[in-house]
């Protein structure tokens, strides 16, 4: 999903308000909390008004942050922190440096580590809106060599490009960088962390609460059924799927092909 620049200053805004906030426990109505869709977990703690975390496996924690639209309110997008010995690897940065900074802090506080990079999973704001305050803390952001190209192209942040992304999975360690191919965006990835057999498929995943595909303006729907069967054939032993916005509940791999076989019948 992707804001208009007319929404990136907008967002700008409620960022620049956020950095005035208090971690609490109680916050003033609904404020930052999901109007569309659900956090990804129950029980997830409350950074501030628009992020939250929650450990989800061994070395694996799920975030969750939002962004305010005229249309739907308050839009989740889920990430993650990974933990390894040498730091932490955050995917998807927020979707402001108030954000970003947030979930830097919080890695270091989950994991007892400094992250040592972070990973957008392609090139809309709602992934690489936090890039700059990552930047600002000497830590690498990473992704396809098409979500550079495409960043610039659309005045996004711009991260790192992965060499040889584009042609096969890039190992990290404890993770795995892949590209299925194009889907909801010509450049989303998705990270496999290897220990607990979980896929973090970003956009390319719909919540099995959602039963639209959502936006298609940067969207490859001739491509987006090949892709998703190669991701399903590279890893069958997939125990946990994350979409990029909604609750982690079933399949979402398998749940997403139903979504997008409707979409090409309606078409």
Known sequence: MMASNGFRRREMMLGAAAATLISTSAYAGRDGAPDWLELPVKDMERLESNVWIAKLLPNLWVTC??????????????????GTGSGATIVDTGNTWQQGNTLLSAARRVTGTA????????FHGDRTGGTAAFLDAGVPVLGHPFTTGLAIA???P???????????AVDFGALELFYPGPGHTRDNIIVWHKESRCLFGGCLLRATTDKQIGSRSDADMEGYLPTLDRLAKRYPQRQTTIPGHGAIAGDSVAWTRA?????????
């Open 154 to 156: 659309y005045g996004q």
């Open 65 to 82: 942050f939002t962004f305010d639209t005229p249309n739907l309110g308050w839009v989740p997008c889920n990430g993650l922190i990974i």
């Open 259 to 267: 979504r997008v076989e409707e979409a090409l019948v309606r078409r």
């Open 115 to 122: 992250a040592e990079r972070a990973v957008v999973t392609h």
């Open 158 to 168: 711009v991260p790192q490009a992965v060499r040889g992304l584009e042609k096969g």
